[in-house]
């Protein structure tokens, strides 16, 4: 017998206020049509004045926690996987934590920016498979929108606010591809092309911290290599073909990415969940925001396969396959 980490329940949370293209539009020199047809993206959810990243993640976590019909209490780790924390320290994990009423165990931020959902996730499973604990919630929650630079038209319409978790707990299984729970997880980085995607300043750069500085075509070209190396890479590794998987849930950061991802692996379009249209690229909220609505709309059914994959600043990129 092993232990695997089985996902019991996922949620998550958008601010009220959504801005679409045509209300950028207004405040840069931008078009709708533009936008759509680089990026696919059509709007966006930005946080109110005052909303912290600790508020989107905790209105994730409390649903997650619903749907996996457990409290708090009950949780022995907890990881935000965020860029944009409440504050340099503490992690903004300590205070979703106290907001759950989580009393016991640990709880900490990751920081892999639009990877950190795949990272923070691969973490848990690791505590959780070692035997170390029984219930982790992951969470990735992000308030891009505190450092964009809304003078910079290449890369302010691209991002939104957001926050998606999942409840994972140990499941006692034979460990056969047929129990529930991640099959794998593999994590990347390289981290010479730190100049390609950035945030200046901070707190040993300066006194504050900076904007989002990004080369687009740069990075584009390299998340389609690196995302579909990772996505090669968890199929070899499970002895699986892209026909055994039933869903994947890409990180959302350009509608033209996962498109061409899908086509260079021969995943049909049909089976990649896709909601960068709606909510732009959350970072590390991206994947258990797209999760969360597959599963409540019910595409992504108990027992199915399911494929997550990320990449990102640093860059970073992973993939994760789970037996839901
Ligand atoms: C950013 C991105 C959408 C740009 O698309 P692109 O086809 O590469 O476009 P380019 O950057 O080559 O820009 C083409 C032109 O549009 C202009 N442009 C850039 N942003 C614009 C905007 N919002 N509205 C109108 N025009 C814009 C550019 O200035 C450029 O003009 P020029 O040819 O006169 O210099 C695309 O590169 C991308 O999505 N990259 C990956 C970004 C990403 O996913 N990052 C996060 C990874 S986690």
Known sequence: MILRSQLI???????????????????????????????????RFIAAEGEKTSDLATAAANRALEAAGISGSAVDLL???????????????????????M????????????????????????????GQVQTALVIGAETFSRILDWKDRTTCVLFGDGAGAVVLRANRCKGTSQDRGILSTHLHSDGQHHDLLYVDGGPSSGQTVGFLRMEGREVFRHAVIN??????????ANDLSASDIDWVVPHQANRRIIEGTAKKLGFPLERMVVTVERHANTSAASIPLAL?????????????????????GGFTWGSALVRM
């Open 9 to 43: 329940g996922c949620g998550s949370y958008l601010p009220a206020r959504l801005v679409t293209n045509a209300e950028l539009a207004e405040k840069v020199e931008t078009s709708d049509e533009w936008i759509v047809e680089r990026s696919g993206i059509r709007q």
């Open 79 to 101: 990881i935000v996987a965020t860029a944009t924390p409440d504050h340099t320290f503490p992690a903004t994990a300590t205070r979703v934590q106290h907001r759950i009423g």
């Open 103 to 130: 009393k016991h165990g640990a709880a900490f931020d990751i920081q892999a920016v639009c990877s950190g959902f795949i990272y923070a996730l691969s973490i848990a499973d690791n505590f959780i498979k070692s």
């Open 227 to 236: 995302l579909a190396a990772v996505v090669g890479e968890a199929l070899a």
């Open 292 to 312: 969360t609505e597959a599963v409540t709309d019910g595409r992504i059914k108990p027992g199915q396969l399911v494929l997550l994959e990320a990449m990102g």
